[in-house]
């Protein structure tokens, strides 16, 4: 059963940083791609980053290049998403998914996620 539990949210202000964490179990980590998407109020879910399964290569859609980085561990089985310079625009639900072969997607598996707030 693949578990993906994330970490790291909070408030914070804005300007400031957050780093997220998400530990991924009952699959093969090393050979799968991750990423992280967020979902605010009353709008859609959207990608934030990809990163491939060796971590060499990363994703971010253009509206997202600039403050998100997107990393992992494989011996730790955890992917990370450092956001900076944070906005009020950015206080969402931030997930965690497992894909398959390619950081751009589709993506399968999701984690309950972990809300960020940042605050005027």
């Known amino acids: 059963q693949v578990q993906l539990v994330e970490s790291g949210g909070g408030l914070v202000q804005a300007g400031g940083s957050l780093r997220l964490a998400c530990v991924a179990s009952g699959l093969t980590f090393s050979t799968t791609a991750m990423g992280w998407f967020r979902q605010a109020p009353g709008k859609e879910r959207e990608l934030v980053a990809g990163i491939s399964w060796t971590g060499r290569g990363t994703y971010y859609p253009d509206s997202m290049k600039g403050r998100f980085t997107i990393s992992r561990d494989n011996a730790k089985n955890t992917v990370y998403l450092q956001m900076d310079s944070l906005s009020p625009e950015d206080t969402a639900v931030y997930y965690c998914?497992?894909?398959?072969?390619?950081?751009?997607?589709?993506?399968?598996?999701w984690g309950q996620g972990t809300q960020v707030t940042v605050s005027s």
């Open positions: 998914a497992a894909g398959g072969a390619s950081m751009r997607g589709p993506y399968n598996r």
